[in-house]
């Protein structure tokens, strides 16, 4: 007698008894994804920092800034990760945010995409974000006076003028980055000093100074600390600007002088404008003078 054929077994979704042979974390397709929250407003409890004294967003114990989107889309990546495992890839949109009068808080829509278990779950809402006012970590260097550079504008063989100083600290302020700062300058008799955020940041502020008023620039750091298990330096930017070239009129002592010829080493000899008198200068007397 031939034996009875048995039917294929096959599993089932245990939530709502769905035969299928495709079961996502034990449920079938349609009751995984709805046990998928991606954006749940009520369990979503977003704060992000704002800093006091200049108004920009941050978020983490580095307190660097960033914007209010960058930190809500960070927020709700790390919640997903946290919730439904790290290896879920997990893309974030803004929308669009809407702040409130009251500024306290703000309103964030998103268009949430993740992928789980190989299958795409896509999620659109509305986030509301709570702002708590610290001061961020720019902010709090530029309150300690903290520098990683100085730009130490000279010339060779004389004093600066003023307007080589004043395109100098223009073209430094133009070049800061979002996270570079000038914690201070100080003018002194030799030229200027420009005090700035970061090694990278002086760096670029003396090259293109050079680039724009010509001379050159070199660099000596030195070893001011340790943090996080890393040397901390800091750097002094030595910019030397051209000093004085046949044609050109100096300043000293009320005098106006014309330079006939440069001496290396020794100094310039000059005509004075007014009496027409032949004057040496030597190079120690060359510093005190200024370019006309």
């Known amino acids: 007698m031939k034996e009875r054929g048995r039917e294929k077994w096959s599993r089932f979704c245990p939530k709502c008894g769905k035969k ?22 009520e369990k979503f409890g977003i704060r992000v920092c704002v800093c006091e004294n200049c108004g920009g967003y941050f978020k983490g114990k580095g307190k660097e800034r960033t914007s209010i989107e960058e930190a809500v889309v960070d927020s709700v990546r790390k919640e997903i990760r946290k919730r439904y495992g790290c290896e879920c890839k997990v893309e974030v949109a803004e929308l669009g945010k809407e702040i409130k009068a009251d500024e306290n808080k703000a309103s964030v829509f998103l268009d949430v995409k993740a992928e789980m278990e190989g299958v795409k779950i896509e999620e659109s809402g509305e986030i509301e974000v709570i702002f708590k006012k610290e001061t961020c970590d720019r ?108 044609g050109a009129l100096v300043e000293i002592e009320d005098k106006v002088l014309s330079v006939e010829k440069v001496i290396k080493g020794k100094g310039i000899e000059c005509v004075d404008m007014n009496t027409g008198q032949r004057v040496f200068l030597k190079k120690k007397e060359t510093k005190k003078a200024k370019r006309v």
């Open 139 to 246: 902010c709090s260097k530029i309150a300690g006076g903290y520098y990683e550079g100085i730009v130490q504008i000279r010339a060779e063989d004389r004093i600066p003028t003023d307007e080589e100083l004043a395109i100098a600290e223009e073209l430094a302020y133009s070049l800061l980055g979002e996270a570079d700062f000038v914690s201070e300058e100080r003018m002194l008799k030799e030229g200027l000093d420009i005090y700035v955020s970061s090694m990278e940041c002086g760096r670029r502020i003396s090259r293109w100074i050079v680039n724009k008023l010509g001379g050159s620039f070199s660099e000596s750091r030195k070893l001011y600390g340790r943090k996080d298990g890393r040397n901390i330096y800091r750097v002094s930017f030595s910019v030397r600007l051209p000093g004085f070239e046949e």
């Open 20 to 41: 299928t042979d495709e079961l996502f974390d034990s449920l079938c397709k349609e009751c995984f994804t709805k046990e998928i929250r991606l954006i749940d407003v």
